[in-house]
């Protein structure tokens, strides 16, 4: 697995819109454990009452954060 790109409580966008899913920044909630290459996390949107899984590929730092 690599090196994940994002921590615990940073403020990602989707890379991408992603379909269904409200504009504007969510909050890195956690690393998940993954058997493949790429890592995944759990975000947490301040416009949606549930949480998503996604891949590092779809998303980015949001307003310019370093990484």
């Given at each position: 697995m690599s090196e994940p790109k994002f921590r615990s409580g940073q403020l990602v966008e989707f890379a991408r819109h992603a379909p269904n899913a409200p504009a504007g920044p969510y909050e890195g909630v956690r690393l998940l454990p993954s058997d493949t290459a790429e890592?995944?996390?759990?975000?947490?949107s301040r416009?949606?009452?549930?949480?998503r899984v996604v891949a590092e590929h779809e998303l980015r730092a949001a307003g310019g954060q370093a990484t």
């Amino acid at each position: 697995m690599s090196e994940p790109k994002f921590r615990s409580g940073q403020l990602v966008e989707f890379a991408r819109h992603a379909p269904n899913a409200p504009a504007g920044p969510y909050e890195g909630v956690r690393l998940l454990p993954s058997d493949t290459a790429e890592p995944r996390y759990r975000i947490r949107s301040r416009n949606e009452t549930h949480e998503r899984v996604v891949a590092e590929h779809e998303l980015r730092a949001a307003g310019g954060q370093a990484t």
